[in-house]
């Protein structure tokens, strides 16, 4: 029997994780890889069954917060015996081995086009500069997506220690653009903190709920299943004409030769956003604001034609009536201040 596809795919969690629960209580489907769960991933086993999880429930989301005890540079100013340092690095060695394995299952999940997020204190430095690390970005630069880094201050979403708050910088590498513009929050520097050391630090392993709030906004706008892609149409029509330099600019789409079986799509046509559009209602505020965006974006891939282009475009698509009253409306301030 096929496994339906989960939502979220926790790795390296507590069992009572507030992000999972976050993404439970709002309807989403979701597992924690622990070791409660039968995920022991301090074995070459254990992340080899992680991979075939992967593999058997496709999650949308996976979020990986491996150990970081030994990875921090704090670790540094402990004081080892010489024996202690070759026990202590051969541990830190089995760690970064370990995510090594994880960073293989992966792949899965980057060629089925779903996301991954991996967190590290921005001080666990021994991670953040491994061979593993490194290895992830460039499986994500193959697999044609984007790579970013949130980078935000705990303070900010309400990380306390005896009331006071907490500065704990985190790191995220991600492939979602969505994360990446919610999540980034820093500490502006008005307030108090307590070093995230001791027992503030076992404290600060468990994320506050706003966190596992703001990312529940972010997967929840880009997993809206009853969308219109724009971004979609508008880069499988671009993909089949001749991309012309902005000197062509009078040409229209319909006018342009679309013969040719094989060419080769230009960086800007790949670059277009990935974000959806409702197909019933006509957004309002800043929903608009980012259509309007992903309209220029699309006139300015495809070499600065006139707008009627582009509402012709719409309408052959089938786009609803508000998304072709929007782009009449449009106006390209390069064109303007070309003309």
């Known amino acids: 029997m096929m496994t339906s596809q989960i939502d979220v795919l926790e790795v390296a969690c507590s069992p009572t ?5 976050t993404f439970e209580d709002a309807g989403y489907k979701c597992l924690r890889a622990n070791y409660r769960n039968g995920f022991d991933l301090d074995t070459r086993r254990g992340t080899a069954y992680l991979g ?13 917060s491996m150990a970081c005890t030994r990875l921090t540079s704090l670790q540094n100013l402990t004081p080892r015996t010489p024996k202690q340092w070759d026990a202590f690095m051969k541990r830190r060695g ?15 999940t980057l060629q089925n086009g779903n996301d991954l997020a991996w967190e590290w204190p921005a001080g666990a430095h ?16 193959q697999h044609g997506r984007n790579i970013y880094w949130c980078r935000f201050d705990g303070c900010c979403y309400g990380l306390r220690f005896k009331n006071l708050p907490i500065l704990k910088r985190w790191l995220v590498l991600t492939t979602s653009r969505e994360l990446w513009m919610t999540l980034c929050k820093r500490c502006d520097g008005c307030h108090e903190h307590i070093e995230c050391r001791g027992h503030a630090a076992t404290a600060s392993a468990y994320y506050p709920s706003l966190m596992c709030k703001s990312i529940l906004k972010a997967f929840e706008h880009s997993w809206n299943h009853d969308v219109y892609s724009l971004e979609k149409m508008a880069e499988k029509h671009l993909l089949e004409i001749d991309i012309k330099p902005l000197d062509t600019s009078s040409r229209t789409l319909s006018t342009w030769s679309s013969s040719s079986t094989s060419r080769t799509p230009t960086p800007e046509v790949m670059a277009l956003s990935r974000r959806k559009l409702s ?12 259509v309007k965006k992903t309209m220029l974006r699309v006139h300015r891939a495809a070499g600065h034609p006139g707008m009627s282009s582009l509402v012709q475009l719409l309408k052959a698509k089938g786009a609803p009536g508000w ?3 929007v782009a009449q409306n449009l106006q390209c301030p390069e064109c303007t201040e070309a003309q």
Not at 17 to 21: H, M, V
Not at 52 to 64: A, D, F, G, Q, R
Not at 126 to 141: F, P, R
Not at 279 to 290: D, R
């Open 279 to 290: 197909l019933e209602t006509a957004p309002t505020g800043k929903k608009l604001e980012e």
């Open 126 to 141: 021994a991670g953040w500069n491994s061979k593993a690390i490194k290895k992830l970005q460039k499986k994500i630069v």
């Open 52 to 64: 075939e999880k992967i593999e058997e429930l496709n999650p949308k989301l996976v979020w990986v």
């Open 17 to 21: 994780s507030e992000l999972t629960t």
């Open 323 to 325: 998304a072709i009253e």
């Open 94 to 108: 089995q760690d970064l081995r370990r995510c090594d394995e994880i960073v293989d299952s992966l792949d899965t």
